[in-house]
Nanobody, 124 residues
Framework: VQLQASGGGLAQAGGSLRLSCVASGLTFSSYAMGWFRQAPGKEREFVAAINWSGAGILYADSVKGRFTISRDNAKNTVFLQMNSLKPDDTAVYYC??????????????????WGRGTLVTVSS
């Protein structure tokens, strides 16, 4: 399984970025996918998850109302639309494939496969 995230970069506070993650080596439509992030000096934390069909979604409280996770099963891609960005959103963002088709609880142990991450920097 390979997961390649892209779309990170520099944004100003209040701005937007859209992350993409292309998956290969798996039957993409059979699995839930998630986004996590790790800020400098902090532990990796859950951001959002989406079930196999896109109908089930889970967000961390810190991004609810600002971030939107979606997926395109025809293109083996999961997206994270990030709006109203804050400096606290600065982190390396990772996509991950969940073990199973449902969103689950957002814990690391549910995700056996991870991409390398893409850096998001939000300036104030």
């Amino acid at each position: 399984v390979q997961l390649q995230a892209s779309g990170g970069g520099l944004a100003q506070a209040g701005g937007s970025l859209r992350l993409s993650c292309v998956a290969s080596g798996l039957t993409f439509s059979s699995y839930a996918m998630g986004w996590f992030r790790q800020a400098p000096g902090k532990e990796r934390e859950f951001v959002a998850a989406i079930n196999w069909s896109g109908a089930g979604i889970l967000y961390a409280d810190s991004v609810k109302g600002r971030f939107t996770i979606s997926r395109d099963n025809a293109k083996n891609t999961v997206f994270l639309q990030m709006n109203s960005l804050k400096p606290d959103d600065t982190a390396v963002y990772y996509c991950a494939q969940r073990r199973g088709s449902t969103t689950g609880g957002g814990t690391f142990g549910e995700y056996p496969y991870w991409g390398r991450g893409t850096l998001v920097t939000v300036s104030s």
